[in-house]
């Protein structure tokens, strides 16, 4: 059985008293929790939530990270960087990324790779456009962007890589895919991994749902066959309302 691993990204959110208090708040409200919970914050945030997580079962991640160790890329952010102060999770490849800064499938691998060198555990985001998934394309899609990312990874990295299944036109619009719908897409894409890496790893890896999950849907969403939790954005700013979408099972 899966476990369930549910991760709040907070985007371009909190400064640090807001991280204090956010966390100081939230982990009382999670702490009995079976699920696993991650707050992926922002750089300016890593150290306060680091620092008031500790005895909490909340697991701390960033937004982003260059794929070179160290260099003259101004403004960036290493693996190494984000290991040496205790980050232990990493989103990669979100739909963001890709749209404002260009980031690609070839940058996104190159990225994985440097996690997994540096002990970090990457959430790899994949997902389609609305135009794409009006012209029946969602499955050719985040099929390629899954082959891409995992590519050249070895079968245990690619078993201990967590993927978040995130259609674009559904994150931050308030529209969702239906259950059964967002349950077929990720069927597709543990498809694609079974594929290339065999029956145990496409058994094992985590593959969360994002866009627009909220504590109304969050049940319907996580108790599907394929659904592992979610990367849950704007909901995730809200502590009361993350803690409903963690207790989902309760």
Request: charged residues 25%; aromatic residues 8%; hydrophobic residues 35%.
């Amino acid at each position: 059985m899966r476990r369930k691993v549910i991760a709040g990204n907070w985007k371009m959110n909190m400064l640090p008293n807001e991280t204090i208090e956010y966390i100081e708040k939230f982990s009382k409200l999670v702490k009995d929790t079976k699920n696993e919970v991650i707050l992926c914050v922002p750089y300016t945030d890593l150290f306060y939530a680091l620092m008031n997580a500790q005895d909490t079962n909340i697991k701390i991640g960033a937004q982003n990270m260059h794929f070179a160790e160290k260099g003259a890329y101004t403004g960036e952010i290493s693996a190494q960087m984000l290991k040496s102060i205790g980050v232990e999770y990493v989103i990669i490849g979100h739909s963001e990324r890709r749209q404002y800064f260009a980031e690609t499938d070839e940058s996104v691998n190159k990225k994985i790779k440097a996690a997994f060198s540096n002990g970090l555990k990457p959430i790899v985001c994949v997902g389609e456009t609305l135009e794409q998934r009006e012209s029946g394309l969602t499955e050719k899609i985040i099929t390629m962007q899954t082959k891409l990312a995992l590519e050249g990874l070895e079968e245990e990295q690619v078993k201990n890589t967590i993927i978040a299944y995130e259609p674009i036109w559904a994150i931050g619009t308030g529209e969702t895919a239906t259950a059964q719908d967002a349950n077929e897409s990720i069927k597709a894409i543990r498809g694609e991994v079974r594929k290339n890496y065999g029956e145990d790893v496409a058994d094992n890896i985590i593959i969360q749902y994002g866009g627009s999950v909220k504590s109304s849907n969050a049940k319907e969403l996580f108790e599907t066959s394929d659904i592992d939790g979610g990367l849950v954005g704007g909901a995730s700013l809200l502590p009361e309302e993350f803690a409903k979408i963690v207790n989902y099972d309760e």
